[in-house]
């Protein structure tokens, strides 16, 4: 291969676009034109990005962090033939050890692939599961993903199996597949980075759910926030539909199934999903009570799968190799891969696709490194806002679901929040309380003022000038915010309200000392309001 | 401009977009999307265009558009500047970005500077959480953002403008 015609992968994920690849790409472009530059998604390894890679016959070589005033030194050296010159080397990509001590199922092509390109969806295996799911009747379709045991990716751990044959024996004429594409969880990134980097996967587990329960119309419930997202599903859709992929005859089956993007506006409650169907309907975003289930009476009123992105992106797989393939990884009743992701202050944040069953310490040291401050890592919150927070006596807890519920905990969508020892655990459980007050789609008592009331009891407690200062007090103030979760957690419709409490008393629990007034930090916190 | 020209205006780019957006199943949250992309907020003279066109009342129109913090009802200045306020970006030193950012621009959350050019919003998560703090800059994401940074993408926003006064 001549060197000018070099074929050289820039990520156009939004993490890899948020440190500037679009510049570095530029920059490649401009100083040799004839490199063929593909805009491939991120393969997780953020702490590199930029990071880019040139095709070689032995594999692609990965260099980066790569800024656009490297782009002449690179050019300058043995970087287009692979070489090692260059201070950025970071050798073949798939042997660089974060990356090749994953087991990558459901982000296997993440990052590998031009995420837009059908051609390298085939090439890659795609569109395998499809086929099969096409020859399949409902009922066999349905019964491989409860072989598989995959249990939904969004939180609540349901059993996707299970839900899928709610909808399938729902009689009626119109059923909807919904993504559930909200991803509001701090910490997380999985759904965006599969969205950008591999969205016919996405698109290939919709119409094979669809497929399984009868339905022909699916909507991908998109957050706001993902603009990068959104164009690339909007370009993957508008191709699909092009080779007959969606559409009124599925690969020349004669079956149907049509998908459109639609935008939420900023709410994260609209990730619990009546809230969300309420909004895909074009309403406020006011949780439904449950009875009935979406499965049942969903969106306008008919049976509704909704199911998180990576439930969906998993289907594939499960049809392409059979459910007893897919279930042979993971632990317990935690079947299958997570793509864990590590965010915060760690120094190696990404995404880590791993079996159910490691311990979060593999995960925070021989992944994450540590922490990014170089500070002793103090704390971290797992599963989104609604998350505990867990001190180092926990960490060696192996990150399945039941595990996690018996330290009153949940692995969540598998977000990891890391923070150094300059935390303090009562601003954060206050936050989660404000967080709850700005969240609350405002139906339940306990959630909307309790979460209010939360914010004041944390301040009495934190604060000493507002009380004699007496302990006796300060006892009373954290008898009444330990009252105060217990009533949200009994009197709320919805997890919102329903776990907010759980940071908070996790906090509480484990780092009592964070709520003494004179705990660093404290006193700086008052007044400090978010508006 | 005249007012009659600016509703007459105002009309035929709503018509246009609740047109285009009617036969969709849902289709209140898509035309307030693109009413709001087109003019920069939702002005309170086309909930009872909407409201009328989709058999609504205005009060469930104006209920949706205040429901979603994306939504606004008033114009926003020429660039909009999201700081990311969610866990994530705490842990690695948001809170003191947020101030810094506030005093640097001289305005708070839902205001807009003095000259016109910056609207500051708060935002939950930006899905950049392994590259803490980010902000959103209209539709660019940034990570690991500095003060320093902050004056880099500030001044590149800005040069524009700037230069064809
Ligand atoms: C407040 C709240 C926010 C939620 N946010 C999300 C979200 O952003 N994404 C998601 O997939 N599920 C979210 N969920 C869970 C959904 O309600 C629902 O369980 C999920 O979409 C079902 O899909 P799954 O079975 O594939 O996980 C949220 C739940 C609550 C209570
Ligand atoms: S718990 Fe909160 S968010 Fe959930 S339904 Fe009640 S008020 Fe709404
Ligand atoms: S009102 Fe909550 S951010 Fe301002
Ligand atoms: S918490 Fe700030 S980007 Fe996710």
Redesign the interface.
Known sequence: MSTNTATVYIPRDTTALSLGADKVAAQLQNQQPNINIVRNGSRGLFWLEPMIEVATPKGRVAYGPVQPEDVESLLASDFLQGGSSHPLYLGLTEQIPYLAQQQRVTFARVGVTDPVSLNDYRAHGGLVGLEKALALQAQAIVDEVKTSGLRGRGGAAFPTGIKWQTVLDAPSDKKYIVCNADEGDSGTFADRMLMEGDPYCLIEGMIIAGLAVGADQGYIYLREEYPVAHAILNEAIACAEQANILGDNILGSGKRFNLQVRLGAGAYICGEETSLLESLEGKRGMVRAKPPLPAIVGLFGQPTIVNNVISLASVPDILAKGGEHYQEFGTGRSRGTLPFQLAGNIKQGGLVELAFGASLKTLLQDFGGGTRSGKPMRAVQIGGPLGAYLPEELWDTPLDYEAFMAIGAGVGHGGIVAFDDSVNLSQQARFSMEFCTIESCGKCTPCRIGSTRGVEVIDRITNDEQRSGSLEEREKQIELLEELCDTMVHGSLCAMGGMTPIPVTSALKHFPQDFLPNAAGNKAAQGADHA | MTTTADSSTLAATLNSIIAEHQG???????I??ATQKALGYIPSEAVPVIAQQ?QLTKA?VH??IS?????RSHPAGNNTIQIC????????GS?ELE?NIKQRLKT???QTTADGEITLE???????????P?I?VN??????VTMDKFEHILDELLTVAVELK
Do not use: K, T, W
């Not at chain 2, 969709?24 to 898509?30: D, F, K, N, V």
């Not at chain 2, 708060?122 to 803490?132: E, H, I």
């Not at chain 2, 539709?139 to 690991?144: A, E, P, V, W």
């Open positions: 969709l199943e849902g289709p209140l949250l898509p307030l999307h989709l469930e209920g949706v429901f979603y913090h994306f939504f306020r969610a866990e994530s970006c705490q842990s690695m809170r101030a708070d959350y839902h708060p935002v939950y998560c930006l899905g950049n959480c392994a590259c803490s980010a959103r539709d660019d994401i940034h990570g690991r």
